[in-house]
């Protein structure tokens, strides 16, 4: 009988006391038992090391370090994973019970070196991913395979892709990977249901200034994408200059809405004061003019 391959699961803890119980639970509660558990504290403040020793002891292996940043985290946990694949889940999500169970069989079944799931999102906004079957053409173009994805640790190490240490704090930098790994040959294969939980917090920026933030990330990624591999892959990347070119178009177009709305406000506000200005005039005119007559009177 075939022993069941070890899955090392990787929770990344930056600050997040409030959450890494939850998602520490999720993966000690998985109906697939094999499973190496790390949980790695990128120099957190806010007692969740003490948290996560006095709630877990030894039944999870704790690393901590100094702050370094999530891309070199994640690159940490590339080299720290014993296991023959590797998940990583963020402290702030939790996994599905079945998840594990679920990817082994796909990975198994498929032979396939790296297995994702849909997402369900949840907090600031409700909804499920609709991600789409693996095609290397849509993946330049969209960001499908997560972080969470259970990746063949053999395949990956033999790849020698890493995390771009250019993204860090940037984002996407699991975009970047996964692209990287297909690049070189790997075979993703969906499991098309949510197994995995995506918290969206809630965020004080205007919708505006988000969606362009947002857009702004994503042509620096875009264009640092195009950039790494268009000398290696000119054929798979002769598009991403026209998708700047729209991102630029988009972005602008954003920034004159903006200003619209702003010269719009200011417009609005200036009339209302001259509006009230006037109003309280005529309002106090016969108030001045009683004081007046009353003042000759005596």
């Not at 023959?84 to 998840?99: E, G, M, N, S, W």
């Not at 988000?210 to 994408?225: P, S, T």
Request: with cysteine; proline share 2%; charged share 25%.
């Amino acid at each position: 009988m075939t022993a069941e391959p070890l899955v090392s699961v990787a929770v990344i803890n930056h600050n997040y006391s409030q959450y890494v119980c939850e998602a520490i639970d999720s993966v000690l509660n998985q109906t697939y038992r094999n499973i190496e558990v790390l949980v790695v504290d990128d120099g957190s403040t806010d007692g969740s090391v003490d948290l996560i020793r006095n709630t877990y002891g030894d039944s999870v292996e704790l690393v901590t370090q100094k702050n370094m940043g999530v891309v070199a985290t994640r690159n940490k946990v590339l080299g720290l994973a014993e296991g023959d694949y590797l998940i990583q889940l963020d402290a702030d999500d939790y996994l599905d019970a079945d998840y594990v169970r679920k990817a082994v069989n796909a990975a198994t079944e498929s032979r396939a070196n790296i297995v994702y799931c849909q997402v369900k999102y949840f907090g600031r906004v409700n909804f499920d991913s609709l991600y789409p079957q693996y095609n290397l053409e849509k993946l330049k173009h969209e960001n499908y395979i997560g972080a969470y994805a259970m990746i063949s640790v053999p395949y990956l190490r033999q790849s020698g892709v890493k995390y771009d240490s250019y993204l860090n704090g940037v984002g996407y930098e699991d975009w970047d990977f996964a692209l990287g790994l297909c690049l070189t040959g790997a075979s993703p294969v969906l499991l098309d249901e949510p197994l995995y939980y995506y918290r969206k917090h809630e965020n004080a920026d205007s919708r505006n200034d988000q969606q362009e933030a947002d857009l702004l990330k994503l042509l620096l990624v875009r264009h640092h994408i195009w950039q790494k591999y268009n000398a290696q892959y000119p054929d798979e990347f002769r598009y991403f200059s026209a998708e700047i070119d729209l991102l630029l178009n988009t972005i602008h177009s954003l920034e004159e809405k903006e200003r619209t709305v702003r010269e719009s406000i200011a417009f609005r506000e200036s009339v209302y004061a001259s509006l009230q200005w006037k109003i309280g005039g005529a309002i106090l005119a016969p108030v001045r003019y009683m004081r007046r007559l009353l003042g000759k009177a005596k």
